[in-house]
């Protein structure tokens, strides 16, 4: 069967009202962004309140399929074929070689129903008329089916327009709003397992992503620095373009390691990070940051902990990990295709610079008391390493 069209089909909640062209257009624009990367040519349309896919070209069904499913906000992908409107003697001989063509060898007594709409009103057939007679021609070819219009194993959707589409196959989408219907936070992102899946899930709620990575160097490699311009760039696969700031950590980080009680090393350093991670996002225009946060993995994610990080922040802190299981976590790295790549066993500069027995019941008045052993060179550190950032956009294009 040759599909040549989709039909994008997208959850209703939320995109009612006087909104919902800004969905639409965030999804159609989404859609584009994903189909960069498929070879072929596409137009991506909106009609009577519904988004279509139109292939201009030859194209990959898989491919164009796969990276559709990278679309937030699209509940379902229908591919869909067409013919012009010939009469209804041709329809019934489509729709039949339809029902061939894509269920070939059909178990005898699978259940089907025609669902026929008619927005062109002047087809001679209304569309009980058009279920019942097509339904009658399918019966007819294909004795096996049998008809139930109320729990069908297969809907036959047939829509009367200037052509004639069918489809019967829904391909789920990834859900969710489209990417930029949401505003932007900026994720924290490390070379581990939780960021990107982190980043993924509050792209799904429709919000764009920005990155901060804090890179060590020379105690984390280059290598460690394109892991994370990897992770990235899968991320991007769903939020779009990302723009990931590289901030040198590695004076901070020192300074701290000089000045600083050793088992109060990583909470300290988490709470740079908040900060620096805080100046930029404001700087960039996010409302929010993100970490891969998940309460009592290590030390610094005890209860305590993440009070005492997060009390230097004033923007909100989402943490779509915190109640996950690592199993869960790495359910969903692997189904987004993050999982390989973050159990690459570069360094990162958490790990650098650890504490044998780091405090897991941190009191946020001691650990300011100490993070005043700073004051003499922290500011300037700061601000070198915000005005030293480098700033690489990641995108997937083909
Ligand atoms: P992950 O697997 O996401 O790296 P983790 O289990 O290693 O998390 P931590 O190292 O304590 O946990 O980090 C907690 C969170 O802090 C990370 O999920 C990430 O959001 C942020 N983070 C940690 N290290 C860095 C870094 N070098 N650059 C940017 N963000 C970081
Ligand atoms: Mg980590």
Redesign the pocket.
Known sequence: MEFKSFLIKYGEIGVKGKNRYLFENALMQQIKYALKRCDGEFAVHKAEGRVYVDALSDFDYDEVTDNLKTVFGISGICPMTFANDEGFDKLKEFVVAYMKKVYPDVKEGTTFKVYARRSNKRYPLDSMELNAKLGEAILEAVPALKVDVHAPDITLYVEVREKIYVYSRIIPGPGGMPVGTGGKAM?????????PV?GYMIAKRGVKIDA???HAPPYTSERAKQKVVDLARKVSRYAGPVYLHVVNFTDIQLAIYDKCPQDELTIIM?RY?MRIAETIAKETGCLGLI???SIG??A??TLASLAVTNEVCTLPVFRPCIGMDKLEIVDISERIDTYET?ILPYE???TIFVAKHPVTKPSAEIIRKHEHNLDEVIDGLVETALKTRETIVVSVDK
């Open positions: 994720l924290l992102l490390s070379g581990g397992i939780d960021s982190a901060v990575y804090f988490r990070m970490t891969g946060e993995q290590v610094s994610q973050s990162d500069c958490c």
